[in-house]
């Protein structure tokens, strides 16, 4: 049953790709990313909810101090977001003209993250307890930058859409009970979204090194900073259930990289 449940969720995701046509959100650079993308959710929906909950979160964040505590931290961020930025028409021009903002929260949570329109947000922890470098910083928000351009939330919402639009059509052709429709869905998360969202992650590892190397950081730096989340790390779940590649495939795939990017980053020392 679990079987015929996964075929029937994957074969109608993809009908589901068959009848919209997939498209890419950007160029393919130096480092070749050029999977096409299911794309639902328009994108003014995607940057109406992201600004929305940046907002919010600034909004509380302040109401409770820990907004953009440190200064000469937000403007050692900010720095580092610039030149970032100042390439990231490699990929798409219009990234260019987004509304960009850099805040910082204090808190010891190893986190940052990059919101659809360029709303860049570090916790203070992640640079202060690994010791980051500004090579390491720039890894990081490359990788976050690269899910914004890629518009990876507006393709997991629209992934998302489709698998459930897909189980409720297979409940209603197959007369499935709620305990087989709750199977699906598990079948639905582990077979397509999870693997989805690992792919996702490549991505932004590949063109995250791309603009950090254009920028004049050292690539090598994204290696040493997963060596560092690595060892901070209590803990990982298997690869296969994680939405995030695992740190030694992930170290080992950027590895793979260097002959790429390490020759942008030479050009760009220049």
């Known amino acids: 049953m679990k079987k015929l449940l996964t075929t029937t969720v994957m074969a109608a995701s993809i009908s589901a790709l068959t009848l919209t046509g997939c498209s890419s959100t950007t160029n393919t650079g130096a480092v070749g990313v050029d999977r096409q993308q299911l794309l639902l959710v328009s994108s003014e929906q995607v940057l109406q909810l992201s600004a929305q909950s940046y907002a919010q979160t600034l909004q ?11 200064q000469a931290q937000v403007n050692r961020l900010k720095t580092i977001a610039n030149r970032l930025i ?3 028409g490699v990929y798409r021009p219009d990234a260019a003209q987004w509304d960009w903002e850099v805040h910082t929260i204090k808190s010891d949570q190893l986190n940052a993250f990059v919101m659809p329109g360029g709303k860049i947000m570090f916790y ?3 640079i202060d307890r690994l010791n980051l470098t500004d090579d390491e910083i ?11 351009l890629r518009e990876h939330s507006r393709e997991r919402m629209s992934r998302e859409y489709a698998t459930q639009t897909s189980i409720g059509l297979a409940a209603s052709i197959f007369g499935l009970s709620q305990g087989q429709a ?3 869905n598990v079948a639905g998360d582990l077979g397509l979204s999870r693997p989805h969202s690992r792919t996702q992650e490549s991505e932004a590892d590949q ?3 791309e603009l950090m190397a254009r920028a004049g950081y050292n690539p090598q730096a994204a290696i040493s900073l997963w060596q560092k989340m690595q060892n901070a790390s209590e803990g990982e779940p298997p690869q296969f259930l994680s939405t995030h590649p695992s740190s030694s495939s992930r170290i080992s795939d950027m590895q793979s990289l260097m002959p790429k990017v390490m020759p942008l980053y030479q050009q760009s020392r220049r």
Not at 64 to 70: F, H, Q, W
Request: glycine letters at 14%; zero cysteines.
């Open 86 to 88: 100042g390439q990231v």
């Open 207 to 209: 063109i995250g090194l």
């Open 182 to 184: 709750q199977i699906a």
């Open 60 to 70: 509380e964040a302040n109401a409770k101090g820990v907004l953009n505590t440190n």
């Open 124 to 126: 203070s922890g992640i």
């Open 138 to 148: 720039a890894a990081i928000m490359g990788h976050e930058i690269s899910h914004a």
